[in-house]
Nanobody, 121 residues
Framework: QVQLVESGGGLVQAGGSLRLSCAAS????????MAWFRQAPGKEREFVAS????????VYADSVKGRFTDSRDNAKNTVYLQMNSLKPEDTAVYYC??????????????WGQGTQVTVAS
């Protein structure tokens, strides 16, 4: 079993930055990749980024590439999503997930409760 707890969401002006954190716990956490998805009102959940625990491999959605950075701290079992140059269209609930190294929703089996990010224009 894996437990995930996100934090760091909030309200920010367009062009600003936020850093999300996802604290993970569980015996086999190192076997999983950690991803960020987001869901805006009325829209489907959308892949944002994913990172492996065991390497530096990361993958990003085109919409965030160059603006968001996914990183991890193995000692703290925590992954981070640094979000810069935020846009109003980045407004969504952001979810942390654990599963296979993929951009597909169905490959992730454990989910956090989500944290709201609101970008004001």
């Amino acid at each position: 079993q894996v437990q995930l707890v996100e934090s760091g969401g909030g309200l920010v002006q367009a062009g600003g930055s936020l850093r999300l954190s996802c604290a993970a716990s569980g015996r086999t956490i190192s076997n999983y990749a950690m991803a960020w998805f987001r869901q805006a009102p009325g829209k489907e959940r959308e892949f944002v980024a994913s990172i492996k625990w065991s390497s530096t491999n990361t993958v990003y959605a085109d919409s965030v590439k160059g603006r968001f950075t996914d990183s991890r701290d193995n000692a703290k079992n925590t992954v981070y999503l640094q979000m810069n140059s935020l846009k109003p269209e980045d407004t969504a609930v952001y979810y942390c997930a654990a599963g296979g190294f993929s951009n597909l929703y169905r490959d992730y089996h454990y989910w956090g409760q989500g944290t709201q990010v609101t970008v004001a224009s």
